[in-house]
């Protein structure tokens, strides 16, 4: 039975993912130059994410966020600090150390790259990021242990 509990958490986080990234992927191609689009994307895709595990905890399942290891963020110098270098680095070190040569793939536009750019940055980086850890710290965690 609680195997049964894990796996019907794993298919309810799955569709919250990805029910919430259809929904906001609308909003991206409202505003399709200089890559805003794709930061609009992100943002709806993370507050979505965010109402719908809410709504699941709090309406149906009658619990508190903090159960579910969802709390307010806290912003640390440090871990911002890391977050700015350690992609630097390890570009550097891959760059300079790895033999081969190095491209970028040809845009056709000022407007791809720059949405090529903030897509990996913002979608990638950030709101996949948050999303998973919600999603899977929050709710599946939760029902593991």
Known sequence: MRFIKIFGMLVLGLL???ITQAIAMIFENLIPFWG???IIFAAIYVILAYFVVKWIIVRRFKEN????R???PKFNKEFILCAILL???????YILCIPGSFFTPNFTSKNEY???IFW???VNGFAAAVVEEMVCRGLL???IQ
């Open 16 to 18: 919250i993912m990805g």
């Open 120 to 122: 990996v940055i913002f």
């Open 87 to 93: 992609p630097i680095i390890v570009y550097s070190i």
């Open 36 to 38: 805003i689009g794709s």
């Open 70 to 72: 969802i709390t307010k």
């Open 114 to 116: 720059l949405k090529s």
């Open 141 to 143: 965690m939760r029902y």
């Open 65 to 68: 966020l903090h159960i579910y």
